[in-house]
């Protein structure tokens, strides 16, 4: 019971998560924030405050299922251990670049005082930053498709 639940919560914020990489305009990971461009007329309102609390929770929610699933569960098939960890490992890999690579790269283009013509710098921070999310993009949905073919593996071994 608790597994299936635990495997119910893992699979729907893990496809929250490589939804909103794949099709968003931001990750949803803690930081996720910085990514987007800041614009003057946006303003803060409580309820941006309030939904950017739910958004920063998605990811670690995700990571904490997963790394439970791989490490906790009892009594299942090799295979299903296996697409458990590669879960967890793909979603620490979307944490771990973006906490490390996309928001310090935004916020030294944020930073970069605006010009008629791009530098070699801005293009080469626009560069690494689209490597960046292309990287986290492939972890995020690689793990998601672990999490579908866990939960659609036997449940136990024999």
């Known amino acids: 019971m608790v597994e299936s639940l635990l495997r119910f919560v893992n699979l729907t914020t893990s496809g929250l998560l490589a939804g909103s990489l794949g099709f968003g305009e931001a990750a949803l990971m803690p930081g996720w924030e910085y990514e987007l461009p800041v614009r003057k007329e946006r303003r803060r309102r409580r309820t941006d405050l309030a939904i950017k609390k739910y958004f920063n929770a998605i990811g670690p929610v995700a990571l904490g299922t997963a790394v439970t699933l791989a490490v906790a569960s009892r009594g299942v098939r090799p295979l ?22 996309t928001v310090p790269i935004n916020k030294e283009i944020e930073a970069q005082p605006p010009s008629d013509y791009p530098s070699e710098r801005s293009k080469s921070l626009t560069r690494n930053w689209s490597r ?3 990287v986290r993009t492939t972890l995020g949905i690689g793990a ?14 024999k």
Request: charged share 10%; with cysteine; hydrophobic share 55%.
């Open 80 to 101: 299903k251990r296996t697409l458990d960890t590669a879960t967890a490992l793909g979603l620490a890999g979307v944490l771990a670049s973006t906490i490390m690579l």
């Open 144 to 157: 998601f498709v672990c999490a579908v073919a866990s939960n659609l593996a036997k449940p136990h071994a």
């Open 132 to 134: 960046a999310h292309a």
